[in-house]
């Protein structure tokens, strides 16, 4: 199907309207246009975001502009569809810009027109927004807005959205470093909500693990991590297997047990290639990150360094900054390890720049900017001295 593409510029569109020299008949044909368009291509993102990507970011600012500006008693399609279009569009710009205007236009729209589940799917997307920009608090605020109102609705999509919530409000909790007694209480409350469901009990179980690694305590994770693997087993859910194991493997790494670390995620990497999970690029990528840092701790720098820079280059690609920036760390701590310290300065300056262009102002991001930096006057202070000599 030819996609369709919209003609009349923002602010042409706009002046015109304003000063009555666009007929409605044209006006409203541009309206239509926009939201087929966001129904045909953006509710594609998730399965097919290389095909749809460059038509997108082609009419962003059409779009953004038309969805911003529109009395939503003018909108020429039925508000259902209005609401949809804007959530769409919203989980798109909040992937690709981590821009969180339109959720917050989606959500006053939602709200007028009473939809409940709609206005629980937008705070879904803000929290989703905000954690991308790492704001946790916020994303925990809006994943708990959306938690209690998916939680008022019994049939099996709205549980399963009030567990996904549930999820992802542990992990802000996690992130924001809150006690530990605190998120095993708030598991235990989603543990009520999983019936006979193994597969979501065998999450709420993965999420125990990676919390309890957190914060130290390494043989009660492995234990809730394995009890997890051996549920996704059961349920058929070898992705999950795969992805538990790279938490185990994660585990070992802390505890410095490097040869476990590194069999666990090979074996995760196989079973992903099994399934064909690593076709997905930016998943393979973030294996291969594990595998490679594994490499480094066995001092196997030559074989870690070649996978870092295949990562590093998937990530670019995707758009994952912070994966992008972890890589151009990793090496240039290989660079200054070997002695090849204006190599490691500029691994270390990639870093920065990935992390600066994120604009993360936590006191996280601060910190890993901070870090780097040090990182990096390290090897240039060692670099001169060497000189001297």
């Known amino acids: 199907m030819t996609p369709r593409i919209l003609s009349i510029l923002p602010v042409v569109q706009s002046f015109m309207h304003n000063t009555d020299q666009l007929a409605k008949e044209v006006f409203q044909n541009v309206h239509k246009g926009c939201y087929h368009f966001i ?10 975001p290389q095909d749809v990507q460059s038509l997108l970011i082609t009419e962003d600012r059409n779009i953004q502009f038309i969805l911003l500006n529109s009395n939503p008693k003018n909108v020429p399609i039925s508000p259902d569809r209005h609401a949809k279009c804007l959530l769409y569009f919203a989980i798109y710009s909040g992937h690709r810009w981590r821009n969180s205007d339109i959720s917050k236009h989606a959500l006053s729209l939602a709200r007028s027109s009473g939809d409940q589940k709609m206005v629980a799917h937008v705070f879904f997307v803000l929290a989703t927004t905000y954690g991308r920009k790492r704001a946790y608090d916020t994303a925990e605020q809006f994943f708990s807005e959306s938690y209690g109102l998916f ?20 992990r802000c909790k996690l992130l924001l470093h809150q006690p530990l007694e ?10 009520q909500l999983t019936a006979k469901d193994d597969f979501q009990k065998a999450r709420i179980r993965a999420m125990l693990g990676e919390c309890q690694r957190h914060h130290g305590q390494f043989s009660e994770a492995l234990d809730a991590l394995e009890e997890a693997k051996d549920l996704f087993e059961k349920t058929g859910r070898l992705d999950k ?26 074996e995760a990497r196989e079973t992903a290639k ?37 990562c590093l280059s998937t990530f670019e690609s995707a758009g994952e900054l912070s994966s992008a920036a972890r890589c151009f760390k990793h090496l240039g701590m290989i660079h200054a390890r070997q002695g090849n ?11 920065i720049a990935k992390l600066t262009e994120l604009a993360d102002t936590t006191v996280e991001g601060r910190h890993e900017i901070m870090e780097l930096e040090r990182l990096k006057e390290e090897a240039k202070g060692l670099g001169a001295k060497l000189a001297i000599r």
Do not use: P
Request: charged share 20%; hydrophobic share 40%.
């Open 341 to 351: 310290l204006h190599d490691a300065c500029v691994a270390y300056e990639g870093a």
């Open 182 to 191: 605190l998120i095993i209480e708030f598991l235990q409350s989603l543990w």
């Open 241 to 266: 297997v795969a992805e538990t194991l790279g938490g185990i493997s994660d585990v070992y790494f802390v505890t410095s047990q490097f040869d476990k670390s590194l069999a666990s995620i090979q």
């Open 151 to 170: 939680s008022q609705f019994t049939n099996s999509d709205s549980r399963q959205q009030t567990l996904e919530c549930g999820l992802l409000v542990a």
């Open 39 to 48: 129904l045909d291509h953006i509710s594609q993102c998730e399965d097919h």
């Open 274 to 310: 099994r399934l064909g999970i690593a076709s997905t690029k930016t998943t393979a990528a973030h294996m291969n990150f594990k595998h490679a840092w594994c490499l480094v701790s066995l001092q196997r720098d030559t074989e870690a360094m070649s996978i870092f820079q295949e």
